[in-house]
Nanobody
Framework: QVQLVESGGGLVQAGGSLRLSCAASARTSSIYHMAWFRQAPGKEREFVAA????????YYATSVKNRFTISRDNAKDTVYLQMNSLKPEDTAVYYC???????????WGQGTQVTVSS
């Protein structure tokens, strides 16, 4: 089981930026994908972005493409989500997740709140 610790959430005005971090520990050599999901109040959890651990290929939800950037630091076993041009509709709890095999996210972080004020 991979352990995940997120940080970097907070309150920001619309148009501002935040960077989320997710540090992984244990079994990191087995990671296939790391991803960010989010869940807004009263809504289903949704995919935001993912990165392939070995190839660094990235994937984004349409709603965040060209505004958010996912990246990783191998030396620190950490994934980042740089969020620019934030909108009130980006307000949610953001979760980091790990997949050891394609399509199966089995480890999740505790979540970090992002609030964007208008």
């Amino acid at each position: 089981q991979v352990q995940l610790v997120e940080s970097g959430g907070g309150l920001v005005q619309a148009g501002g930026s935040l960077r989320l971090s997710c540090a992984a520990s244990a079994r990191t050599s087995s990671i296939y994908h790391m991803a960010w999901f989010r869940q807004a109040p009263g809504k289903e959890r949704e995919f935001v972005a993912a990165i392939n651990w070995s190839s660094k290929s990235t994937y984004y939800a349409t709603s965040v493409k060209n505004r958010f950037t996912i990246s990783r630091d191998n030396a620190k076993d950490t994934v980042y989500l740089q969020m620019n041009s934030l909108k009130p509709e980006d307000t949610a709890v953001y979760y980091c997740a790990v997949a050891l095999v394609a399509g199966s996210y089995g480890s999740w972080g505790q979540g970090t709140q992002v609030t964007v004020s208008s």
